[in-house]
């Protein structure tokens, strides 16, 4: 008879981590435990294989309860669980009548916000007709730089229901302006209010590496912003403190963490210094964090972000309760997409999302999977929005309120990513505060260093990018992306400009602005009150950006060596790319010949690892299903119009037949002869066979190819 309950606990007894461990460590077999089973990450944490209590204290709520200090569970009681995060799309279509369309259409089909970004023009305080605007107009946004421009973009949204975020960079204070003017001018109620206006110098400074104005009076300019928010619209934000300058840059998930807070805690002090209360202040502030694909380590770091950022409002003087204010808006990472097979991105978005989710992001933006390409079309977008919403309205991620809580591993994760980010943290506050650590050059040689540890697992390929180090696919019909008439768009642009200017003159609001400027007494929030105004007499951002300089005094303009951005998949992208030309040029690819011994069960492995490896190059192989002896073998080669040809078998076979071989392969022309394994104490004597190269696990794949392609003629 089967008994009718089922007593789990007594037919598995609890085993205790030290048995556990002994038990792993027989299996091992006197290979070290700590080399074997635990792995370490760029920030410099041990994973261990298995995490138990003694791992995380869990007594005393050590992380307390979703909406009680230390808000490392959330700010809220209930999470997301009774609306769900917000779904929020980005635009940067520069045609404002295609990025209205796809607004409209993201809005209609799920989106509940939208993330919009002004070209480089006007993130550079210029105007599409300014003729040092001819490179920018265009470039990585809208165009868009009056209230008439701003208002055909955002034509039929109902501002009081979907709340716009705007990204003007360094221009933050003349986007707000607009935005602020066609919100008033559109009648929305105050209170309704949600938008966000997004200014972050600092961020914008080191990602662009330049401001329009001197940084001191950019942290002015937001301060006033920041002033004038508080009081007018209670719900919105005027501060986003982006990590995007530092993470793609190459940051690990402490430093991103350490140069978020060290950031906000500027932004603290120059709003505080206005006039502000740190509890106003506080909710002035939003989080803009990146998130990459190793999710349980993006989980922890937005957990761990709200703990320390709770904490620093507390030490700064803010009430108990300010920091449940906290916005944290999460995106995918722009460094983990790839342009090579982009499909993957997908995958890559799903990841991140279902990290934002679990996590306790506010807001999320997932990237379309096109983004490495150019401008998104409408399925890549579709595919985006539909990823967060299958997440939520399906799989229901947002139900469960810190899934992650009580988790040994996430838990102790979370600590350890606060701990470490507390280290980069004192350090930059010993350097005088992140500005002066940011404009230094300190923050920029921090990053680098991780970013060197990473490209060197990236070219071993003990970091992987699926699709394009591993897994790749040479034969895949690339995606393309038609790229804008960018001079036709600057020249419509530059005529709505002309006709803007003649029908909107606004000379008293554009000179009451640049009086406020330069108005050493103006009160908290006049000058960003003094923008509005003169947008809704019709300045533009070009003007508004010209007035706000003048206050500088003939100050030179900030500027910084911007920190460089490095997608994972750049290097072998490269490789890709210079093969993909020599095909379109010559008719094929750079080639390889797979020289397999034996029988598949021999060669089976090592062919398949050296396909793999000269596909991440953009190589085709030449693949076979084996030959008997050397001579067949280099009689096939021969034929096979390669100039490489790669030896593929056993130990055992190479004892053999790899010298033989190697010399056929050279007197049938071979130019280079790799063999795949790692020759140990026989390196010698294949090199002297005619053996050039060696590829095995943790060589350097990147280094290899490169040569490689070099000596094919598709690299210089």
């Known amino acids: 008879m089967i008994a009718k309950d089922l007593d789990i606990a007594a037919d598995f007894p609890p085993v205790s981590y030290e048995q556990w461990r002994e038990n792993a460590e027989a299996e091992l077999k ?74 409209l259409d993201d809005l209609e089909h799920g989106v509940s916000s939208i993330q919009l970004r002004l070209d480089a023009a006007a993130c550079s305080g210029l105007d599409a007709d300014d003729r040092d605007a001819v490179s920018l107009a265009g470039q990585d946004g809208v165009m868009a730089y009056s209230v008439g421009d701003l208002d055909r973009v955002l034509d039929g949204v109902r501002l009081d229901i979907a709340p716009v975020s705007i990204d003007c960079g360094g221009s933050f204070l003349p986007g707000a302006a607009l935005l ?16 966000a206006f997004n200014a972050d110098p600092i961020g914008a400074l080191m990602r662009d590496g330049r401001l329009n104005v001197p940084l001191d009076e950019a942290m002015a300019e937001l301060a006033d912003l920041a002033c004038w928010t508080a009081d007018r619209y209670p719900e919105a934000t005027s501060v986003e403190v982006g990590t995007g300058a ?34 106003a202040a506080a909710r002035q502030i939003a989080f803009g964090v990146s998130l990459g694909t190793q999710f349980f380590r993006a989980i922890a770091k937005l957990r761990a972000l709200r703990l320390m950022w709770s904490k620093v409002v507390l030490e700064c003087g803010g009430d108990p309760d300010a920091g449940r204010t906290m916005r944290l808006r999460a995106r995918t990472s722009r460094r983990v997409l790839t342009g090579v097979d982009p499909w993957v991105n997908l995958l ?13 992001a506010d807001s999320i933006t997932t990237a379309p999977m096109d983004a490495a390409l150019g401008l998104s079309d409408h399925f890549a977008r579709h595919l985006a929005r539909n990823t967060q919403i299958i997440l939520q309205e399906e799989s229901h991620l947002n139900r469960v309120i810190d899934p992650a809580g009580g988790s040994w591993f996430l838990e102790t994760l979370t600590g350890q990513l606060a701990e470490r980010s507390w280290e980069i943290l004192r350090q930059v506050e010993e350097r005088g505060g992140m500005i002066p650590a940011a404009t230094g050059g300190w923050v920029g040689d921090q990053v680098e260093e991780v970013e060197a540890a990473r490209e060197e697992a990236i070219a071993t390929r003990k970091l992987v990018v699926t699709g394009v180090t591993e897994h790749p696919d040479v034969r895949e019909e690339r995606l393309v992306r038609e790229r804008p008439d960018y001079a036709r768009l600057r020249a419509e642009a530059s005529t709505r400009l002309v006709s803007w200017r003649r029908d909107h003159k606004g000379g008293e609001a554009f000179r009451a602005l640049a ?36 206050a500088s005094g003939g100050r030179e303009p900030a500027r910084v060596a911007p920190l460089a951005v490095h997608p994972y998949a750049a290097a072998f992208e490269e ?27 021999e060669f089976i492995a090592r062919s398949t690892y050296a396909a793999n490896f000269f596909q991440a190059g953009g190589f085709e192989e030449v693949n076979n299903d084996g030959f008997p002896d050397p001579r067949a073998a280099a009689e096939a080669f021969a034929r096979s119009g390669a100039a490489i040809a790669v030896i593929c078998s056993t130990d055992a076979r190479y004892q053999e037949q790899a010298e033989p071989l190697a010399r056929e392969l050279k007197a049938s022309g071979a130019r280079t002869v790799v063999l795949a394994g790692n020759p140990g104490a026989n390196e010698a004597r294949y090199r002297a066979a005619g053996v050039d190269r060696f590829i095995f696990i943790r060589c350097d794949v990147l280094g290899t190819l490169r040569d490689l392609l070099r000596e094919e003629g598709a690299l210089r």
């Open 30 to 103: 006197g290979a070290p435990f700590e080399k074997k089973l635990v792995g370490r990450t760029f920030e410099g944490i041990d994973i261990q294989p298995l995490y138990g209590a003694q791992h995380w204290r869990s007594a005393g709520d050590a992380s307390g309860f979703p909406g009680l200090s230390p808000l490392t569970r959330g700010d809220r009681v209930l999470g997301n669980a009774a609306a769900g995060w917000d779904i929020r799309q980005e635009h940067l279509h520069p045609d404002p009548a295609e990025a209205n369309r796809a607004i």
């Open 515 to 550: 009086e406020s400027a330069v108005d050493a007494d103006r009160s908290p929030g006049s000058l960003t009150a003094a923008a509005i105004r003169a947008a809704r007499g019709g300045a533009t951002i070009g003007q508004m950006a010209s007035a706000l300089a003048s």
């Open 575 to 601: 490789l890709r790319a210079a093969a993909d030309i020599q095909a379109q040029e010559v008719g094929r690819r750079p080639r390889v010949f797979l020289a397999n011994l034996g029988i598949p069960a």
């Open 180 to 195: 602020a003017a066609l919100l008033e001018a559109r009648g929305v109620e105050p209170s309704g209010v949600r938008c």
């Open 246 to 279: 530092y993470h793609h840059a190459g940051a690990s998930s402490t430093q991103d963490l350490a140069f978020a807070v060290a950031t906000g805690l500027e932004y603290l002090r120059a709003m505080t210094a206005a006039g502000l209360d740190v509890n």
């Open 348 to 360: 890559r978005n799903t990841v991140c999302c279902f990290a934002g989710a679990v996590g306790g």
